[in-house]
């Protein structure tokens, strides 16, 4: 499958397999099961080279334990100040958690196609996630208000299960002021939430977006994605002005293993960033 946006190389376009010393400069607690670490490359000359695009991710590596893909949730335009935000769900994660500031883990990346921020310029732009589905999709928002005069309308519509789930809280009203539409919602709201209470298509529903004119980014659980994407459907946004992203479970990263192999696409190397117009037979395949 011919991939749909770019594919920035890795930092060693010979050698995918290497890993880079990177060493956790800040830990910061997001929410209570996942914080976003900061890291900066032991080699400052690595550190230099190292550039990626919104949507892409890396492999981060502990010897003995293995490696887990983590999409990189901070400023491209800014790529000394790495960010990734980890949810701690198994052996890599869980391991990762119990690390601190100034420990050592092993890097390589970055993979993955990324999300189209070029082909999404002159047009408006909804970005719909869910969950940690804002860490892939962060870097588009730095992306687009480093440059904001490029692009037409920006919504965000960003849900979670509850407001202490959502992440990133300080950085709304940034993200307001620099004319982004931010719209929170949440699915149990308790006392003192005075915001919207429900999924993140319900948002949707409250746009009036221009079809002709209107590109979707979207992240989060699969069956999230799926309800926004039949919202754009009914708003007559076409299949491939919608992108979302696959973060199937994966092992080498490189289309080797065939572990994330759906349909012709693997999505480590083709994705994570599809079309809805490439992914629509496969978004029911169950995930192993
Ligand atoms: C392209 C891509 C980008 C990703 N970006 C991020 C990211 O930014 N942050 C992040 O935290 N994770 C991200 N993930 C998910 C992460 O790679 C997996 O959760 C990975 O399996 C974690 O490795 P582990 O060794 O800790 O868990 P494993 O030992 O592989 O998994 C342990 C158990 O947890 C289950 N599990 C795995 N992932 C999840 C999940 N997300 N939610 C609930 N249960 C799960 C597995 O099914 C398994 O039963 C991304 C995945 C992909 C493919």
């Known amino acids: 499958m011919t991939p749909n946006t770019h594919i920035a190389p890795t930092v060693d376009a010979a050698n995918p397999w290497a890993t880079h010393a990177v060493r956790i400069r800040a830990i910061r607690r997001e929410i209570p099961q996942a ?3 900061e890291l900066g490359f032991e080699d ?7 550039r990626f695009r919104p949507g892409q991710f890396d492999m981060l590596y502990l010897p003995g334990i293995g490696e887990a893909a983590i999409s990189i949730s901070s400023d491209p335009d800014n790529p ?11 052996n890599v994660t869980r391991a990762l958690s119990r690390k601190h500031v100034g ?26 996630a869910g969950g940690l589905g804002l860490a892939p999709v962060r870097p588009v928002l730095y ?27 300080a950085e709304y009203n940034d993200w307001r002021q620099a004319d982004i539409d931010v719209q929170i919602t949440v699915d149990l709201g308790y006392d003192g939430w005075d915001g919207h209470i429900g999924v993140v298509p319900t948002l949707f529903d409250r746009l009036r977006p221009d079809p002709k004119r209107t590109r979707v980014i979207t992240c989060g659980p699969e069956i999230m994605m799926q309800f926004v994407i039949s919202a754009c459907l009914t708003h007559g946004i076409s299949a491939r002005n919608i992108y979302l992203s696959m973060e199937r479970n994966m ?27 490439q992914m629509e037979p496969y978004l029911d395949v169950e995930d192993f």
């Open 35 to 37: 914080f976003t670490y």
């Open 80 to 90: 000394n100040r790495l960010a990734h935000t980890i949810r701690a769900v198994g």
């Open 251 to 277: 092992n080498c990263a490189l289309g080797f293993c065939g572990h994330c192999q759906l349909g012709p696409a693997f999505v480590c190397k083709d994705g994570p960033v599809f079309t809805y117009a």
């Open 143 to 169: 992306h687009v208000i480093n440059r904001r005069e490029r692009y037409g309308k920006v919504w965000l519509l960003y849900g979670a299960r509850s407001p202490r789930d959502l992440l990133y809280t």
């Open 103 to 128: 420990d050592q883990i092993l890097l390589r990346g970055p993979f993955g196609s990324s999300w189209p921020v070029e082909s999404c310029e002159g047009q408006d732009l909804v970005i719909a």
């Open 44 to 50: 400052p000359e690595v550190g230099t080279r190292f």
